[in-house]
């Protein structure tokens, strides 16, 4: 192998551990996207698994929740801070307390 195709394969590695890094930051939300998630659990009828809105303060860690941080949103932010980017819900139909309808409802 020639040092041409030597540094190339480093240089790729090196992409790829940094990739690794960065998809595996511990990120914390903000507290206006951790509030904003708290109030819509608390308008569904049914919980939604994985979302420990009580005891867990970070919501990016909730089941279906991504985070990215603010940084690489092109965002102007000192901190730094991480903000909620995709929220998954799965399957689940969901309904308001008041009885109407929020998601994956049929349209009469």
């Known amino acids: 192998m020639g040092i041409l195709e ?8 090196g992409f790829c551990l940094l990739a ?3 998809n595996s930051q ?4 903000i507290s206006n996207d951790l509030k904003a998630l708290r109030d819509f659990v ?3 009828e ?17 089941v279906g929740i991504t985070c990215k941080s603010s ?4 965002l102007n932010d000192p901190l730094n801070s991480s903000r909620v980017v995709h929220v998954e819900l799965g399957q689940g139909r969901l309904r308001s307390r008041s ?3 929020l998601a994956d ?3 009469s």
């Open 71 to 74: 940084s690489s949103l092109g």
């Open 46 to 62: 049914s919980p939604i698994g994985g979302w420990d809105t009580d005891s867990s303060s970070n919501c990016c860690n909730w």
């Open 99 to 101: 009885g109407s309808c």
């Open 6 to 13: 030597f540094w190339v394969i480093l240089i790729a590695l």
């Open 42 to 44: 608390s308008a569904v």
């Open 105 to 107: 409802c049929s349209i």
């Open 20 to 22: 690794q890094v960065l």
């Open 26 to 29: 511990n990120f914390t939300c």
